[in-house]
Each structure stands twice: as structure tokens, then as C-alpha cells.
């Protein structure tokens, strides 16, 4: 027999499978930069998954599924990063990371190794075109 306490409870678990509920909806975020070519196998070296680097930060503050992708256009690398914000307040969160010791000595070492677009000063957040959930 189906009650109601066992709909809700399949709801909820439906939800919390797909990573959220429809009162916090996932800020998704694809970047891209230019990383300096004598510094890839070093940027390798650091973004390896053997390496905690700040990854528990990453997570502490409610970016998931944080990825980077290198690519190689005209001679010159390229770096697209991706990630899902699953918190409450994206503007708090990212100046509280900022504040983090441990990332701030991170962005230490990896800043000099990227070359920003034309007009920007870091990562430039683009724009979403297209979604499949």
C-alpha cells in the first residue's frame, strides 16, 4: 500500500539524487583562460588527482563537479573550467573563499602560469549557450 509518507519520502530522495531541489537551482559556470605554454606540465603536475591542492575548499564552499580541460588552439593552450554552484549566496561564498590562506597561496602559484583573455584579469565566465539536463 502507498501512503503519503512513502510518496513524500520518494520525492525527496528523487531530489536529493539530482543534486538540489527546485528552491536552490544549480548556478552552472564554464570559464576559459589561456595558460602559459611553459607552464603546462607543472599546471599538470598541481590540477592531478593525486594532489588535495584546494579541493576541500572547492567543496566547502558549494562548488561540485569542478573540472578543468586543456586545449591546444593555433599553438597556444587553452583552459576551460566548469563548475556547479549548489549554495545559497554565490557572492558571500566566493569572497569568503577568497579570503581562505590556503587559496590564496594556491592562486599564488597558478595565476602567473595562466594569460588572461584580451581585457580580463583572470578567468573570463562565459556564457551558457546550451543545457541538457
Known amino acids: ?78 583552459e576551460f573550467g566548469y563548475y556547479e554552484y549548489v549554495g545559497r549566496d554565490f557572492d558571500a561564498d566566493m569572497a569568503q573563499l577568497a579570503k581562505e590562506p590556503r587559496n590564496i597561496e594556491w592562486l599564488k602559484v597558478c595565476d602567473p602560469m595562466q594569460q588572461p583573455l584580451p581585457g580580463a584579469k583572470g578567468w573570463t565566465e562565459m556564457k551558457r549557450a546550451y543545457f541538457n539536463p
Open 1 to 78: 500500500m502507498i501512503t503519503k509518507l512513502g510518496i513524500l519520502f520518494a520525492l525527496t530522495a528523487g531530489l536529493l539524487a539530482a543534486g538540489g531541489c527546485a528552491s536552490m537551482p544549480v548556478k552552472r559556470v564554464g570559464m576559459v583562460t589561456q595558460l602559459k605554454p611553459e607552464a603546462l606540465e607543472e599546471y599538470q603536475r598541481l590540477h592531478a588527482d593525486s594532489n588535495a591542492g584546494v579541493r576541500d575548499l572547492l567543496t566547502k564552499y558549494h562548488m561540485r563537479n569542478f573540472s578543468i580541460f586543456l586545449q591546444q588552439i593555433d599553438g597556444k593552450w587553452y
